[in-house]
Nanobody
């Protein structure tokens, strides 16, 4: 198992920004595609953003395109999600995920990821 730990969540007003971090420990994940997902109360987990193994390719859900930016620093074994212009509908628990297969592109579906963090709460007030 690859421990993934998210941080950076919190309470922010609409229009504000947050940066989530996802750090891995125990082994490197620099060769693995990563993703961010979120789950709001009463809703299914949904895709937010994905990044390929070297950061050269990214993919976003339509609902966050232009507002969120996924990036990674493989030297620090960390992936980030910069969230700007936050809306109340962005309120959710945000999860970071890593694929268990090295290299490859970006992946939208949760079942394509093998390792998950415990999640961090993001609450956007109106």
């Amino acid at each position: 198992q690859v421990p993934l730990v998210e941080s950076g969540g919190g309470l922010v007003q609409a229009g504000g920004s947050l940066r989530l971090s996802c750090a891995a420990s125990g082994r490197t994940f620099s060769s693995y595609p990563m993703g961010w997902f979120r789950q709001a109360p009463g809703k299914e987990r949904e895709f937010v953003a994905a990044i390929n193994w070297n950061g050269g390719g990214t993919l976003y859900a339509d609902s966050v395109k232009g507002r969120f930016t996924i990036s990674r620093d493989n030297a620090k074994n960390t992936v980030y999600l910069q969230m700007n212009s936050l809306k109340p509908e962005d309120t959710a628990v945000y999860y970071c995920a890593a694929r268990g297969v090295a290299y490859g592109g970006t992946f939208v579906h949760a079942h394509m990821y093998d390792y998950w963090g415990q999640g961090t709460q993001v609450t956007v007030s109106s």
